[in-house]
Structures are given as structure tokens and as C-alpha cells.
């Protein structure tokens, strides 16, 4: 038998099919073919071409410990079962947006899984060759094999020949499709785990859009600029940043799940698909791989977006606090079963709002040659889109400083919810400010003192206060146009009250934190709750000692109150109706741990 050997097919104890395997040419598509696999950056690609006598069938693929000398199916795991055709890219299909920008007819609308900086259609699959990527579980040599399942039944005596690879755990990279000729502005793909993730209506491949300022040398770390697009758009295949020095990303939500996610094909929960694609970008950015020509600042992330962008950016402030620093919304939804017009549209993708289905939410941990998914169950998922809800729900959870915008004759998101929202956020303590006004479903990016669209003045690292009760806010219930938390500002690096003085600086420490907090509209009172702290942390319970430094003339500071205060359940320190004036430095909040 010279340039021949025989694989038998195991199910159980039972042979079920032996397949002769000949160096010399076999018949056309007798089985599938061609079966290539590698590992890329924490994930695995197989290729293989698929039958051509038949139609409609599907290919389930097996991942097998090591390389097995007799081939047992029930030793193999099954990742999936995946339909014919599977190295069409049907949601770049759909939007088209690489065809229209490279006018190529048809450009990635099969995918590139190799990094095509010169735009080469060349670079996408053949037609007739099929797909499937998986994120590795664990370092080790594994192999694979592929079945293909027709009317129903795994036909194993027409299955590839088993491929072998070395797999490690990493974080999964994306693969560069597409390049603007100035070489600032790109497209990647990434795929999220073939083998684990099920939306009903979605694949695992996604596009996204990079840029970068012109001329910019590819070394200075730069900030971060996520953008939030609106209902009915998609991601963006930019020629370079626009409008602020950034590396800006820009994500795809073209199911409109207002960047949550939704149903898994069984439709008996919600997942935050969405919200998981965000979380592992920010991880990419700042990784340093080789198909990146940027360096990222990852200590300064911010978001902006509008409508259904908006209602990203107060997702991501809320939930992913240890990744952005602050986030701009304008006109995003709030309390979502209240969101008249949109209830529907998102009953499509959530399930109805009487069912609140199981909300569940995953995070990925690839640390010591193993990655860990963990799944949680965080009640219903029409709870967890009611914003105000949740900020009450996870007061232990830090925030990122964010701005809210509305206008209160929106007649697409509508208004109506939004000032119990903004009561929630005082009540819950966040870092936030808010206006509104009379204008319709219009973009307006709100900015204060200490942080506006595109400055990036609030660092990740750094403590911010949640300010909340003030006399100089306004009523959302009662004003045609106001504001919370407007007409105050404090001290920081990026809005350095004396930047040639210490004094003003903020301290946070275990066993104090400080800051200067200045009005601008004449004496009032506010809530200080410090939030975001990176030591200054007391146990629930702990008892403080606080103290206002009137600042009004800065080379002579001194006590105009102090008083003594515990800290919350959750540790946080809230001094009620603290004095602050307009002159000067404004005034100083010291708060001390009880020794």
C-alpha cells in the first residue's frame, strides 16, 4: 500500500467507516478537502473546501487532544455545526460599506483571514472554500477534523483527514482587510469564539473601523476615541481621525441592539454580545500587536455618540468604569421600557417586556495558558436597559464621569424618562452632569469645566467626585432648559485651578482624600461623595472626619466647617451640603480616615 494508509472511523467501540487515503489523485469532491488550520493570536482558523456535490448541508467541526492514531469521534470535542458557504462574510454582505469604499465590486464580502494592507481582492477566500474560527481554551498540540452533515446525518466516510496545530492562549487579535491610501485609517476583523458564541441573528465575525490624525509618526501614545453610531448605521472605513487627535474606533451594531447585545439562538436569555466586543477591543487597542501603527493611551478613553450611541456611551460610563474615563450622550435612551417608539424594535431583539428575560453577561479571563469564560446571570434584561435601575442596583460600581444631553421635545427618544433617570444618578452617587433644553432629536455634546467632547482632561487613574443635591442644579421636571452638576467644577490635572501651587492638587490616599471644588455661579451647596478612588478606600461602616477650607483667598486658607460622617454599605463617604464659593481656589474637602 506505498503512498496509501487507512484511517478508521470510531464512534463508541464501533468502526463505522474506514476512508483509504492516496497520495495519488482521488475522485472530485469525494470528501472534504483541503483542510488547513493555524493559530493566530489566541485564536484558530480552519479552512477546508466544501462538497460541491450537494446543497444545503452543514460540517461539524471536531477538536481533538494531540494527534490520534485511530480517529474516535467521541474522544473529539464538537465546537459547532456550521452551514455551507460559511467563508461568505454575509454581514459585510449586507452593508457593503468596503465594496463602496474600495469600488471593488464584491471586497470582503468573502473573508481575508491574513492581513491585506494593499486591498488585494485577491486575499479573500475562494468561493467554495469554508470558514470557521474558535478561541483556544489552552495551550497545548491539538488537532481537528471536519464532518459533513447531510439531510440531518454526520456522513464521517466523506470527513477531512485530521489537521494538527499548536494552539496558545492569548488575547484575540483581528486581521487587518483593508488600508486607506494615507495610511491612516484601516479595517479589521474580529472574530469572537466560533465555539461559544450564539446570537440568534448574528455570526462571529465583525468589521470595525480604525483612524488615526494625519501624519501622525506611529509612536506618540495617543488617547482614545470610541464612537457610538445611531439606529441603522454601521461601522465606519475612515481615511484618518476626524475633529481630535485620537485613535478613534468605531464599532458596528447593525442589529440595533443599542450596543447591548441580544437573544441567544434558543431565545430563552439575552447576552450582552455587544458590550462584550467593546470590553475586548480596549483590550486590542492598547496591545501593542504588529498590524497596529498606532500606540494607545489606554489611561485616557473616552466615547461619544448620539441616539443609540448616546445610549451606548451611558451603557459603557455605567458598566465599564474601569475602562472609560468619561463618555459625551447626547439624546441616548435611559429607562428602556419607557422608550415609547423604540419598545418594539427592541422586543425584536430582547424579547417581550412582561417575559424580562434572563440577562446574562460574560467575561473572559486568558492568563496562564487558560482561558476562563464566566457566565452571570444579572436578573432581567429589561431591568438591566432600565439605566436608572441598574445605577441604584450596582452602587458599588464605579463609573466613569459622563454628560448627559437631551432635548425635551425629542419625538424619537423621548424625554419623558429622563429626569428620573437623572434622580437615580444623585441618588446612586455618580460622576455626572447633565442639560437639557428645547431642541428635537438633535446632537448636542455637552461639556463642563473639567471635561468636554474630545479633551480628555479625567484620566482613568483618577479620583473623581460625584456631586449630587446642589443648589445651583435646576429641575428637569419643572425648567424648559437647565442643568446638574453644570455650574460646578474642581481642581485636577486637566483643569488645574494654580497649576504653579500644590495646594488645589487632589490627594488620594488610605488616609486621606482632598479637593478643591469651586462653583461658578455664586455660593451653593452640594454632595460630595468621592468616587473612583484608587487607595482611599474605608470599610462600610468606618467612621470619618471631614473638613471645609474656605480657598477664597488662597494664601489664607481656613476651616469654615467640619463635621464627622460614616461610610456607606459600600464604603463610599458622602458629605452632605458642603459650602462651596466662587472666588479664589473655591473650597477644600479633606476627609480623613478615623485612625
Not at 237 to 243: E, T
Not at 246 to 251: D, E, G, L, N, S
Not at 366 to 385: C, E, F, H, N, P
Not at 572 to 594: P, Y
Amino acid at each position: 500500500m506505498a503512498g496509501r494508509f487507512l484511517v478508521r472511523i470510531w464512534i463508541g467501540w464501533t468502526v463505522v467507516a474506514t476512508i483509504v487515503l492516496s497520495a495519488g489523485p482521488l475522485p472530485a469532491q469525494t470528501k472534504v478537502e483541503d483542510l488547513k488550520v493555524f493559530c493566530r493570536e489566541g485564536q484558530t482558523f480552519i479552512t477546508f473546501k466544501e462538497l460541491d456535490d450537494v446543497k444545503g448541508e452543514k460540517y461539524a467541526i471536531y477538536h481533538f487532544d494531540g494527534v490520534p492514531s485511530e480517529i474516535r469521534l467521541t474522544d473529539a470535542r464538537k465546537l459547532a455545526v456550521i452551514g455551507e458557504d460559511s467563508g461568505a462574510f454575509k454581514a459585510e454582505q449586507r452593508v457593503k460599506r468596503l465594496a463602496a469604499k474600495t469600488k471593488v465590486a464584491g471586497y470582503n464580502f468573502r473573508f481575508i483571514i491574513q492581513d491585506n494592507p494593499t486591498n488585494d481582492p485577491k486575499a479573500q477566500l475562494p468561493a467554495g472554500v469554508g470558514l470557521f474560527v474558535y478561541t483556544v481554551k489552552a495551550d497545548g498540540d491539538y488537532s481537528c477534523a471536519v464532518v459533513p452533515v447531510i439531510d440531518g446525518k454526520q456522513v464521517v466516510g466523506r470527513m477531512s483527514a485530521i489537521a494538527p496545530v499548536k494552539e496558545k492562549v492569548a488575547l484575540p487579535g483581528a486581521v487587518l482587510v483593508w488600508k486607506s491610501p494615507g495610511g491612516a485609517g484601516a479595517v479589521y476583523t474580529h472574530w469572537m469564539d466560533g465555539a461559544t458564541w450564539d446570537p440568534m441573528s448574528e455570526g462571529n465575525a465583525y468589521n470595525f473601523g480604525i483612524g488615526v490624525p494625519k501624519k501622525y509618526d506611529g509612536k506618540t501614545p495617543l488617547p482614545v476615541m470610541f464612537y457610538g453610531h445611531g439606529m441603522g448605521g454601521t461601522y465606519r472605513a475612515p481615511d484618518d481621525a476626524p475633529y481630535t487627535a485620537a485613535v478613534w474606533i468605531w464599532h458596528g451594531d447593525k442589529s440595533g441592539s443599542w450596543f447591548l447585545g441580544m437573544m441567544n439562538r434558543a431565545k430563552t436569555k439575552v447576552v450582552n454580545y455587544a458590550e462584550q466586543r467593546v470590553r475586548w477591543s480596549a483590550g486590542w487597542l492598547g496591545a501593542g500587536r504588529k498590524n497596529q501603527f498606532w500606540k494607545a493611551d489606554m489611561t485616557r478613553v473616552n466615547a461619544h455618540g448620539h441616539s443609540m450611541g448616546g445610549t451606548g456611551c451611558k451603557a459603557w460610563a455605567l458598566r465599564l468604569g474601569d475602562i472609560f474615563c468619561t463618555t459625551v450622550d447626547s439624546a441616548g435612551a435611559t429607562i428602556h421600557h419607557r422608550n415609547r417608539t423604540w419598545v418594539n424594535q427592541a422586543s425584536k431583539l430582547w424579547g417581550p417586556v412582561d417575559k424580562n428575560l434572563p440577562m446574562e453577561t460574560r467575561t473572559y479571563d486568558y492568563s496562564a495558558g487558560k482561558l476562563t469564560i464566566t457566565r452571570k446571570i444579572v436578573g432581567g434584561v429589561w431591568d438591566y436597559q432600565n439605566y436608572a435601575k441598574w445605577s441604584l442596583d450596582n452602587m458599588a460600581t464605579e463609573s466613569a464621569w459622563f454628560t448627559v444631553s437631551h432635548g425635551q421635545r425629542d419625538g424619537s427618544v423621548v424625554f419623558e424618562p429622563v429626569p428620573d433617570f437623572l434622580a437615580a444618578l444623585q441618588k446612586s452617587k455618580r460622576p455626572f452632569a447633565a442639560v437639557w433644553n428645547q431642541r428635537g432629536h438633535s446632537w448636542s455634546g455637552y461639556g463642563t469645566r473639567n471635561n468636554s467632547w474630545g479633551a480628555f482632561k479625567i484620566r482613568i487613574d483618577e479620583t473623581v467626585p460625584a456631586l449630587a443635591n446642589a443648589s445651583n442644579n435646576d429641575d428637569p421636571r419643572k425648567t424648559k432648559s437647565g442643568q446638574i452638576n453644570g455650574k460646578l467644577e474642581w481642581s485636577a490635572p486637566g483643569n488645574d485651578f494654580d497649576a504653579k501651587s500644590a495646594d488645589d492638587d487632589i490627594v488620594d490616599t488610605a488616609a486621606t482624600w482632598a479637593m478643591n471644588i469651586r462653583s461658578l455661579s455664586g455660593p451653593a451647596t452640594v454632595d460630595v461623595t468621592p468616587r473612583r478612588c484608587k487607595r482611599f478606600k474605608p470599610a462600610p461602616g468606618a467612621k470619618c472626619t471631614w473638613q471645609n477650607l474656605d480657598f477664597s483667598n488662597p494664601a489664607k486658607p481656613k476651616v469654615v466647617d467640619r463635621g464627622t460622617v460614616a461610610a456607606d454599605k459600600y464604603g463610599l463617604v458622602t458629605v452632605e451640603k458642603f459650602k462651596v464659593g466662587k472666588a479664589g481656589l473655591g473650597n477644600r474637602l479633606v476627609i480623613k480616615a478615623a485612625k
